[in-house]
């Protein structure tokens, strides 16, 4: 198992996941691409908890993804230490 490190999207590639959730709004939009900063996860829960008139959910979401939880192990096949 490798690890990945994967570049952020750009702005235009957030606003086209934005539109395939169904956020049409330029208003909209540019709140996703915001909330997004590049991470594509982020922009399809943001696009769609805006789509559904949610914004709580988006803006809970960063600090998920910041990283694995707390005692989930980041290199498995080496082991960790506890």
């Known amino acids: 198992m490798a690890d990945v490190a994967l570049g952020a999207l750009g702005d235009q590639d957030i606003t086209e996941i934005a539109g ?43 600090s998920d993804c910041a990283g694995p939880p707390v005692g989930i192990c980041r290199h498995p096949r080496r082991g960790c230490a506890r």
Not at 24 to 47: H, M, P, R, S, Y
Request: hydrophobic fraction near 55%.
């Open 20 to 62: 395939s959730a169904g956020v049409v709004d330029d208003d909209a939009i540019a709140k996703v691409v915001a909330q997004a900063d590049g991470n594509a996860l982020l922009a399809v829960e943001a696009a769609r908890a805006i789509a559904r008139g949610d914004t709580a959910l988006a803006e809970g979401l960063r």
